[in-house]
């Protein structure tokens, strides 16, 4: 089992919210990523990032922004929650040669109300 | 420019048969190649990874992929399905070089007792 946290695993939340999806991981991977995914659906990269200070937006235009401040932590914030956000989302962590998987997050499940 | 196809959505499959989820890829230079397994509510799971070597790579749970390049094929194989099988599979693939992997719509494995 890979060492890669979230919380909370579910969060209802009222339209206006800001809210902040944790991501932890304990085995100093460089490289962290954030996916949205529909429930039985695709995922969409939304961030990721290659070490400590770096952020890059992914595939999929998203409102949610993100920081990396230590190696370890990979916090998704939304100001403003909508119900557009509602979704799934998942953290994952990977080392920083191409060749290596990514470990995944049991994911954070958002509802907005 | 980098994809990933797989073209079914549902796969069923009698406990006990061989089962097969395909995948196709599309990459620049050699590919790395992944498949991960996704249970209800639950992030990823990684199975198996094709990097070089062997055309066929042996992973977790039983499964096997078949790494075949002049079909740019992966498909994902196992020779008794059981039914626990029965979850949402995805294929990903990185280019080398490449940034981040890409993944497929995914395949929704039942396995029928």
């Known amino acids: 089992e890979a060492d890669i946290y979230q919380t909370p695993r579910y969060l209802v939340i009222g339209t206006g919210k800001k809210i902040t999806l944790e991501c932890s991981q304990t085995?100093?991977?460089?490289?962290m990523y954030w996916y949205q995914q529909d429930p039985g659906m695709e995922l969409h990269l939304i961030h990721y990032?290659?070490?400590?200070?770096?952020?890059e937006k992914g595939d999929l235009s998203s409102e949610s922004t993100v920081s990396r401040i230590r190696t370890e932590h990979f916090p998704l914030t939304l100001e403003s929650a909508r119900p557009s956000h509602t979704s799934q989302y998942l953290c994952?962590?990977?080392?920083?040669?191409?060749?290596?998987?990514?470990?995944f997050g049991p994911g954070t499940r958002l509802t907005v109300t | 420019a980098q994809s990933v196809a797989q073209p079914e959505d549902q796969v069923n499959v009698a406990e006990g048969n061989p089962l097969t989820v395909k995948c196709t890829y599309s990459?620049?230079?050699?590919?790395?190649l992944f498949w991960y397994v996704q249970y209800p509510n639950r992030g990823l799971q990684f199975l198996l990874k094709?990097?070089?070597?062997?055309?066929l790579v042996k992973g977790s749970y039983g499964f096997e992929a078949e790494f075949n390049k002049s079909q740019t094929s992966f498909h994902l194989k196992k020779p008794s399905a059981l039914v626990s099988d029965s979850a949402l599979y995805f294929c990903?693939?990185?280019?080398?070089?490449?940034?981040?992997?890409?993944f497929g719509t995914g395949t929704r494995l039942t396995v029928i007792p």
């Open positions: 994952a962590s990977s080392p920083r040669q191409d060749s290596y998987e990514q470990y």
């Open positions: 085995m100093g991977h460089d490289k």
């Open positions: 990032s290659y070490g400590v200070n770096s952020t």
């Open positions: 990459v620049s230079g050699n590919p790395y």
């Open positions: 094709y990097i070089t070597g062997d055309n």
């Open positions: 990903a693939v990185r280019g080398t070089g490449a940034n981040n992997l890409f």
